[in-house]
């Protein structure tokens, strides 16, 4: 078994913990704009860009983690086990879903999204009161995807100041030392 994560999962973990940051702050900061102005754009297009891109890069670290070696873990309380578990499905969950939704409801709302000169392609019909309801649930997963990051961050400082076990190391890049 391994101790640490393969550098490629370490470097898709932190970049995906930035975009999943700027995601979420384009949300709080749209407010910020008037409806039909350039920043409010900019906020909605980085939100749904970056959206998509967590997307894809949630299903490469899945099956990642499905062809990788396990990595070695301290021994856990049975209660850790199945919390740690619990919580990696419903991140990974929200991770796929989320995006899905908001694909889904962007349809809802007839709003195109290109990006690079691609056009995202609708996979649902204009529908304003559909749209209204499925915004409202992609908003409560999104706050309980808070909730959840927050628990995952609580446990790995657990881990490294409390229980003084090497799990936030094994994820944190690992930098050469110069001769």
Known sequence: MALHYRPLVIWLHWLMAIMLVIVCLSMEFITLYPKGSSGRTLMLSTHYLLGLVILILAVIRLWLWWLSEPVEKPDQARVQKFVAKAV??????????LPIIGWVDIGL???SVSAFGWQLPQIASPDSLMAEELSQVHILMAK???????LHGAAALYHHFILKDATLKRMLP?????A
């Open 144 to 150: 309980a995807g808070y909730g959840l990051v927050g």
């Open 109 to 111: 709302w007839n709003v």
């Open 88 to 97: 990696f499905i419903l991140l990974y969950g929200l991770m796929i879903t």
């Open 174 to 178: 690992r930098f050469r030392q110069r």
